[in-house]
Structures are given as structure tokens and as C-alpha cells.
């Protein structure tokens, strides 16, 4: 089991990755774009629209990467200080009564929405129109995703309500763990004070 749960975080993190692409997509064709409008005077009617298109790609697919990493936003204020197995179970009941209808909604609905506008090849409504429906395809595959990664977690919650632990995840680039860094540059707290100390000294004299 645990090594299917680890398997489904390395499709989320792959697809997540991949769709961090389009960050750069943006980047070049917004640049581009603010070149060709103000130094040629040659603006674009169909920029505007694959911006929106590429940054709703972006939002969707990075859904199953951050539900895998768990950086969605949580009320956590009281959630904390729960036991493993407390948060196991309200992660669980959240999990079935709110998450899993919407998400298979979304599949649902996404997949009918991308089969109509592919049948009528649906375009942007623009001057120089763009085909539509590709990125309507992106709705039940970001869902469906989603989905895979919402069950790994709702088996996630089983497990711990059964063992008193949360089992393992697969690891991705952090925020900088100060403790670690510590030991790396073989830096203490009692170093770090005296130093605090000795500028504070300084700017005294100052």
C-alpha cells in the first residue's frame, strides 16, 4: 500500500512540474507582448487570451501537487494540536462529505463541457480567435488528478487511524530548514548569541 500511495505522489509531483512550465510560457510571452506593443506598436488580439489560458493550465494541474505535499490552505488553528489519529478523522470526514462529491462533480462536468467544445471546435471570442476546447480538456484531467491524490489521502487517513501515524510522502524541494543549514555550516545557537552580542557591542560604541 505504501508504495502505491508513494507511486500516485510521484504522478502529482510530475504533473505539477510539468505544468510549472507554463510560468515560463507566461513570462516569455507577457515579455514579449509589452515589447511588441510599446516599441512596435504591434499589439496582439489573441495574447490576453492564452495568458488566461495558460495560467488556468498552471492552477488546475498544480491541485493533485499540492494536495500530495499538503499545501493547501487549512484552518489549522486548533487542527495542530490533534493527535494524529484526531486529524486523521477529521481529515476523513472532510474528505468524503466535501471533497470527494465536488471533485467527481468537476470530473464529470469537465469531461461533458470538453466533449461539447470539441464537437463545435469551440474558439475565443477575439479579432484573432484561438481553439477553446483543448483547454477545456484540461478541466477533467486536472480533476481527475485530483481525484487520485484525494484518494491516496483519504487511504492515508485509514492507515492512520489504524496505526496512530501518518505514513510517508514523498519528498520535494522545502523552504530552507534553519536547524539543518546549522549543522551544515557547524554553526550553534550559543555562536550565533555571541554574535548577536559582539554587533550589538559595536553599534554601542557607535
Known amino acids: ?72 490552505v487549512r484552518g489549522d488553528v486548533l487542527y495542530g494540536f490533534f493527535s494524529p489519529r484526531a486529524q486523521a478523522g477529521v481529515d476523513l470526514v472532510l474528505y468524503i462529505v466535501f471533497f470527494l462529491p465536488g471533485v467527481l462533480a468537476m470530473t464529470w462536468a469537465g469531461w461533458t463541457y470538453a466533449q461539447e467544445s470539441l464537437a463545435i471546435r469551440e474558439q475565443t471570442f477575439s479579432a484573432t480567435p484561438l481553439p477553446l476546447y483543448p483547454f477545456k480538456f484540461v478541466i477533467p484531467v486536472a480533476a481527475a488528478a485530483l481525484l487520485l491524490q484525494g484518494l491516496a489521502e483519504i487511504a492515508r487517513c485509514v492507515i492512520c487511524l489504524k496505526t496512530g501515524a501518518w505514513p510517508s510522502r514523498e519528498e520535494d524541494v522545502q523552504e530552507v530548514d534553519v536547524d539543518k543549514l546549522k549543522e551544515m555550516v557547524h554553526v550553534k545557537d550559543a555562536d550565533i548569541a555571541a554574535l548577536d552580542r559582539q554587533l550589538a557591542a559595536k553599534q554601542g560604541r557607535a
Request: a positive charge; proline letters at 1%; charged letters at 10%.
Open 1 to 72: 500500500m505504501q508504495k502505491l500511495l508513494l507511486a500516485i505522489d510521484t504522478i502529482s509531483t510530475f504533473i505539477g512540474k510539468t505544468a510549472a512550465w507554463a510560468v515560463v510560457a507566461l513570462t516569455v510571452l507577457i515579455s514579449w507582448e509589452v515589447f511588441s506593443r510599446y516599441a512596435l506598436n504591434n499589439p496582439h488580439a489573441w495574447v490576453l487570451d492564452a495568458q488566461i489560458m495558460l495560467y488556468g493550465t498552471l492552477f488546475m494541474l498544480a491541485g493533485a501537487y499540492t494536495l500530495a505535499k499538503g499545501g493547501h
